[in-house]
């Protein structure tokens, strides 16, 4: 019985029930307006596009860190994407997208690495600077991304986009020494160190990787909203958190060997919630009560043996 409880499919059957119980809540208390095959495929539509963050986020929050630059880089990778596909097509858009968001993720591995620093104080500085840098090559304009570059705004360019970020993914955590060595330095970095495992590169690797993704994910939010706007002022924070969501999904399941599907399928609850908020007519202070509650709940799920773990 107890390896019945640690296997992958009692990991799966958990969610099956979490998405099973959320929808028949909203389902009961709102019959008419919640819950149509046609609205929960719109619900999964948009929780893919926050599913690519969170695994992005992952491979960082496995070793006890953080970023607060996440939404600023959607927001500055965006605006690159569509001002290079103007002169290159898809080209240019998909391009400037992933090599702006990974390059933003080396310099925060470094300037990480070399400053010693908490990355949480490390990426609300980085945050600031982006959100600076998106004003500045937006030009004061709203950028929209031209009707014929559109490929990724909706099925089946968006559902394949975000499948081969999960298979990236899945062959990077179980098939490469980045995911073994990403999990030993968030079990114990001295233990890690003594091992023989660099820690400060695979730190490094892990910011890479979380803004290769974030890179994706750009692709994918400004497609599915057409335009962006560059944000000042941290606004470019709240950008952070439903990502966020979704990989605390994976650290808590990650036991279970099912990270993946459970960030998929946590972001796809995190949707139910939300829109079966927004149909029962809640104002946006409920909504924002709501996801403060669930952060909470899964950071309490997700942190329970870890007593003594620290953000870093």
Not at 132 to 139: I, N, R, T
Not at 160 to 166: G, R, T, V
């Amino acid at each position: 019985m107890q390896n019945f409880k640690n296997s992958r499919l009692y990991g799966f059957m958990i969610l099956a029930a979490m998405v099973v119980v959320f929808y028949a809540i909203f389902k009961f208390l709102t019959p008419t307006n919640f819950g149509s095959p046609e609205n929960l495929y719109s619900y999964f539509q948009s929780s893919i596009i926050y599913s690519v963050g969170g695994c992005g986020l992952y491979f960082i929050v496995v070793m006890g860190l953080f970023d607060f630059a996440v939404g600023a880089n959607i927001v500055l990778s965006s605006i690159i994407g569509v001002i290079l596909s103007s002169k290159f097509g898809y080209a240019g858009f998909i391009l400037g997208c992933l090599g702006c968001g990974t390059l933003i993720g080396i310099i925060i591995g470094f300037l990480y690495n070399q400053l010693n620093v908490p990355s949480m104080i490390v990426t609300v500085g980085i945050m600031l600077v982006l959100e600076s840098v998106a004003v500045f090559a937006a030009g004061g304009v709203k950028q929209t991304l031209d009707p014929s570059l559109r490929f990724f705004s909706g099925a089946p360019g968006n559902i394949i986009l975000a499948a081969l970020a999960f298979v990236l993914m899945w062959f990077i955590l179980n098939y490469t020494k980045i995911g073994t060595y990403c999990n030993a330095i968030g079990s114990n970095e001295f233990t890690a160190k003594n091992m023989g495992i660099d820690v400060k590169k695979y730190k490094l690797i892990g910011f890479a990787l979380l803004h290769f993704f974030v890179g994706i994910m750009a692709i994918l939010t400004v497609s599915y909203g057409t335009t962006m706007t560059a944000l000042t002022g941290m606004s470019t924070m709240s950008r952070n958190f439903q990502p966020l969501m979704g990989t605390f999904f994976g650290v808590a399941f990650r036991k279970y060997g099912t990270p993946i599907s459970a960030i998929v399928v946590g972001e796809f609850i995190i949707a139910i919630i939300f829109n079966g908020f927004v149909a029962l007519g809640a104002p946006t202070t409920i909504q924002n009560v709501v996801t403060g509650a669930a952060l909470l709940v899964i950071v309490t799920l997700t942190a329970r043996g870890k007593r003594g773990s620290v953000v870093k």
